[in-house]
């Protein structure tokens, strides 16, 4: 019997043992600072996060500023009294934010900008996305569908460096709508990046201008579908003009099928969200983060950053990507069926 007794105290040792071993991060506390938690894009990160974080046994404790800065700044003081490892922030604001960063540091704890980058600060890190790509691939794509027409642009928050970034891959990629006698007729921010201002932009648009537009290049979801509703109420059918969008959102997938937004640049966000858990660990345990090859600069310094590419989804393409890749289910897309 005590020879049994020993055997099961080894047993249940080794066991432990195996399991702490796997909880890579059983003893890391991440504050998770988020902008706003109302759209499905950013729903679709803090699933991801939290997913991450359960696997390696990390906690997480997130805080949702509801698009509130002086909010996130109190969030990330109570985080840091509260003793956490690190700070991974989208912030509510990219041009204040660098007083979480300063805060934090007093704290000698790290920050990670989350798919934003925080300007102008000590900034330890940034996990974000390929944007002046994401640009491209959007010009690319109206370049290729369409010819000799009309185009409007619709980038998003003038204040948000990821719009001046994909701003910037629209120029890059310029020449490709001018080779195809695509001229562009308007181009504008879109204050907050949402679906409402977007449609009141795109009706004023089309109420004055009075030629046929072919192609609406929007820069996320909300924009793009926002156009696709303008331009129905102001006669113009199903699929009957190129727009494009980002994120790749249910939103996206069930406009698409109604012939509204053409494509969505989509993003690789739970390799985002998983890279971003897997780096606070490294962090903290002191290991090596060399995959963080690229920098970003902030208006203060060169940030470490792992940038990751986007990618084209279409009709051609989405039951791949989105229903085989487990984004969303078949149930989730179909809704009629």
Known sequence: MKRLLNLGLLLIIVLTFFSCKNQTGSDVTIGFLIHSTT?????????????????????????????????????????????????????????????????????????????????????????SFEYERVGELMVEYVADNVENGNCVILWGDASDANAVFVKKGHENAMNLLKKNNIKTVYKTFIEDWTYENAYHQMNTILDFYPEKIDAVIACNDPLGIGASDALREHGYKPGEVIITGQDATLEFVHSMLDGGITMSVGKPIKELAYGAIDLVVKIVKEEETSSFDKTVNNGRKDVPAKLFSPYIIDETNFEKILIEGDVFTRDQVFIDN
């Open 39 to 127: 759209s499905s894009r950013w729903q679709m990160d803090i699933s991801y996060v939290e997913e991450r974080a359960a696997e390696v046994g990390a906690t997480i404790i997130l805080k949702d500023a509801g698009g509130d800065e002086n909010m996130q700044l109190a969030q990330a003081n109570e985080l840091l009294e509260m003793g956490v490892d690190a700070l991974i922030v989208v912030a509510a604001n990219q041009n204040t934010a660098a007083g979480i960063v300063r805060e934090a540091h007093d704290y000698n704890v790290p920050v990670i900008a989350y798919d934003r980058l925080i300007k102008n600060s000590d900034l330890d890190y940034l996990v």
